[in-house]
């Protein structure tokens, strides 16, 4: 037969007394915030549990941390590869311009040098012409000497003297 406790009674204000420190109220009083402070801390089970799901939040916020680092750097190697088809696809395009411009450059030196040329022998010609042009002033104004000495007679052996070093001069040009 098992032992039987002694019937508590609702007066006993040590049994309430000791009941409440240990966390028991059996009395219709409130407990006291203090007590039920220290009576809340967590046990040493409770304690474990928490800081195992501390240390389960530390190690899965360095998991989203790793997994957002690398879809940062994923993020920038595929910025840095289109900067860089950027820089190529540019580089090819001023390259074809810098062709153009030198076969541009070939083209308007080739008609540079054809103008040049072009106007080396007008000025060849132009001096060609300048010098048949004087001689055939000379002569017209030879002539018009010669005109002029037949047509006096017999004064005209001073114009022909004055003529001669003219027609000297004309036949030399």
């Given at each position: 037969m098992?032992?039987?406790?002694?019937?508590?009674?609702?007066?006993?204000?040590?049994?309430?007394?000791?009941?409440?420190?240990?966390?028991?109220?059996?009395g219709?009083?409130?407990?006291?915030?203090?007590?039920?402070?220290?009576?809340?801390?967590?046990?040493?089970?409770?304690?474990?549990s928490?800081?195992?799901?501390?240390?389960?939040?530390?190690?899965?916020?360095?998991?989203?941390?790793?997994?957002?680092?690398?879809?940062?750097?994923?993020?920038?190697?595929?910025?840095?590869?289109?900067?860089?088809?950027?820089?190529?696809?540019?580089?090819g395009?001023?390259?074809?311009?810098n062709?153009?411009?030198a076969?541009r450059?070939?083209?308007?030196?080739?008609?540079?040098?054809?103008?040049?040329?072009?106007?080396?022998?007008?000025?060849?010609?132009?001096?060609?012409?300048?010098?048949?042009?004087?001689?055939?002033?000379?002569?017209?104004?030879?002539?018009?000497i010669?005109?002029?000495a037949?047509?006096?007679?017999?004064?005209?052996?001073?114009?022909q003297?004055?003529?001669?070093?003219?027609?000297?001069?004309?036949?030399?040009?």
């Amino acid at each position: 037969m098992a032992p039987q406790l002694p019937a508590l009674s609702e007066s006993d204000p040590v049994l309430e007394a000791f009941l409440a420190d240990i966390g028991f109220g059996l009395g219709p009083e409130p407990l006291d915030v203090t007590t039920t402070m220290t009576m809340a801390a967590t046990p040493p089970e409770e304690e474990t549990s928490a800081s195992a799901s501390a240390a389960d939040e530390a190690a899965e916020r360095r998991l989203r941390r790793k997994i957002s680092n690398r879809e940062s750097a994923r993020r920038s190697r595929a910025r840095k590869q289109r900067h860089l088809e950027e820089i190529r696809a540019r580089g090819g395009r001023l390259r074809a311009g810098n062709r153009e411009l030198a076969a541009r450059l070939r083209g308007v030196q080739a008609r540079a040098a054809l103008v040049r040329l072009t106007n080396a022998r007008l000025r060849a010609e132009a001096g060609a012409l300048g010098r048949r042009l004087a001689a055939a002033r000379r002569a017209i104004a030879l002539r018009q000497i010669y005109a002029a000495a037949s047509a006096a007679g017999t004064g005209g052996f001073e114009l022909q003297a004055l003529a001669s070093p003219l027609a000297d001069r004309v036949a030399y040009a």
